[in-house]
């Protein structure tokens, strides 16, 4: 039993750790095909190409449809993470660096902590709300690092909280879905939901698609098939296999990498300000989730879902 265990915690680790390193991609990504197609087009042109991979997946390794009483939970979380969080990220991008957008987005682990606080019971800590508290600080310094931007620096910033709080919500909406559906169920059903939901951008994306240089395509084709189809998956994987803190955690890097991605691949650094203001937002998360944590039991075992997952 303890060898098992030892092995399950491994697998999620791992699963972690693709995820960070793809989503640290995305930002990067986002910003390179920004610039042929508008936020609701590519958001809508990266979520179908992630629903093409993720169905074929399914087909080929014979996934079954999730059950449903976990279809109200996909129902939200493509709707939000996967609608509304990939257009607000992709519209704030046009007016935040990568890296600057990144260390906003991160806000959200704490957001998670607040949210399961009121709706799994776990409390408010002293800890918590002095992290939520330093952590907006954060996101008001950074607002003020782009003041030159003027309302156009102000309304990305607004928009990657919106984000932040789109992801913390399909977290907390997600966890106990996850054990009755499997990580692949989970986010094939997310993101075909969302591609319905951004169906309204088609026009958009079929006459900027016509436009658009290849490296944009290639940019939102990478966009659907790797930050979106695989990195969510294996962020689902991780979830069901820990707690949604300690996945929360794992973010903590993404910051850092978009960051050294962006300087090398896009030429942008974020001034001192800025910076100054991502490490309170990641002060806040420490602060946040620091102190003992109480371990919650592991997920049930479906009959439904594949036991390939």
Known sequence: MAQRIETVDKGAMAA????????ASAFVFIRSAGHAFSPGALALGRLLSGSIALIAIMV??????????????????????????MVALNWGERHLDAGTAAMVI????????????FFLAEGFPPRLMAGIAVSFTGAVIVGLSNSDGGSAAAL?????????????????????????????????????????ACLPFSPQLITEATAAPITSTLSLIYLGVFPTALAFTTWAY????TTAGKMG??????????????????????????????LFCLSGVAIARSGSTRPLPAPAVNPEASPAE
């Open 16 to 23: 972690a750790a693709v995820t960070v390193i793809l989503w």
């Open 60 to 85: 080929i390794t014979g996934e079954r449809f999730p059950p449903r009483s976990t279809w109200r939970a996909i129902l939200i979380s493509g709707v939000l993470w996967f609608g509304v969080y």
């Open 106 to 117: 991160n806000i959200g682990p704490v957001l998670i902590a607040l949210l399961s606080g």
């Open 156 to 196: 990305g910033v607004l928009l990657c909280v919106l984000a932040a709080v789109c992801w913390a919500v399909s977290v907390v909406v997600q966890k106990p879905a996850l054990t009755q559906a499997s990580a692949l169920q989970m986010t094939t059903g997310g993101c075909v939901v969302g591609t319905l």
């Open 238 to 241: 991780a979830l069901a296999r």
């Open 249 to 278: 955690v794992t973010t903590y890097a993404v910051p850092a990498l978009v960051i050294l991605m962006s300087w090398l691949a896009l030429g942008e650094v974020p001034t001192l300000l800025a910076l100054l203001g991502g």
